[in-house]
């Protein structure tokens, strides 16, 4: 099992910035990939960034060169970072892992970016 924990979402204004922090406890050393998704209004959840095992990263193609994510492996945690943030990057954002082929997901924490 591995629990996952989101922090960090909020309020902004269009332009600025926001960091996700996402903390995993459980049996984390089985964790193959991570990353963050999100459920914007009227859409199915998407993927906005991931890490692979062995390193390589891939965001979607709306977020490339505003959101970068990244990974503190001694606190097992992973960030997003949200820059250059726009309305329609509203949306509940959720981190994710892949643990022996099986999904697991944090609660999600809403991100609203005003105009």
């Known amino acids: 099992q591995v629990q996952l924990v989101e922090s960090g979402g909020g309020l902004v204004q269009a332009g600025g910035s926001l960091r996700l922090s996402c903390a995993a406890s459980g049996v984390i050393s089985y964790i193959n990939y991570m990353g963050w998704y999100r459920q914007t209004p009227g859409n199915e959840r998407e993927l906005v960034a991931r890490?692979?095992?062995?390193?390589?990263?891939n965001y979607a193609d709306s977020v490339k060169g505003r959101f970068s994510i990244s990974r503190d492996k001694t606190k097992n945690m992973w960030f997003l970072q949200m820059n250059s943030l726009k309305p329609e990057d509203t949306g509940v954002y959720s981190c994710?892992?892949?643990?022996?082929?099986?999904?697991?997901w944090g609660q999600g924490t809403q991100v609203t970016v005003s105009s």
């Open positions: 890490i692979f095992g062995g390193g390589t990263i």
């Open positions: 994710w892992a892949l643990v022996r082929q099986r999904d697991y």
